[in-house]
């Protein structure tokens, strides 16, 4: 079974900088990449950032530039360095294990989440 735990939350003032981590365990064969999620009070949950296990990366609109993904695979872990953080980045962000298709660039979340970490950006 897959267990995904995230941690580095936190209050941040605007333009301020964040690093989360997610720890994995128990990965299963079919799944690939790895990915940060958020989901802010009323709004859907929405992609941030993947990594796959062939080193493809892909990023929301939102945050290119600001956010970096990264990954430790000798340690299973999965990072979100978030720079110049802004108001509009305040969410609960999870951690996603699932499938990317490298020539569809497409993300398929798997059914294993984490029990997500808060962000909370202060202007």
């Known amino acids: 079974q897959v267990q995904l735990v995230e941690s580095g939350g936190g209050l941040v003032q605007a333009g301020g900088s964040l690093r989360l981590s997610c720890a994995a365990s128990g990965i299963i064969s079919n799944i690939n990449a790895m990915a940060w999620y958020r989901q802010a009070p009323g709004n859907q949950r929405e992609l941030v950032a993947l990594s796959s296990s062939g080193g493809s990366t892909k990023y929301a609109d939102s945050v290119k530039g600001r956010f970096t993904i990264s990954r430790d695979n000798a340690k299973n872990i999965v990072y979100l360095q978030m720079n110049s953080l802004k108001p509009e980045d305040t969410a609960v962000y999870y951690c996603?294990?699932?499938?990317?298709?490298?020539?569809?660039?497409?993300?398929?979340?798997?059914?294993?989440w984490g029990q997500g970490t808060q962000v909370t950006v202060s202007s």
């Open positions: 996603n294990a699932g499938l990317f298709r490298s020539y569809t660039r497409t993300y398929t979340p798997g059914d294993y």
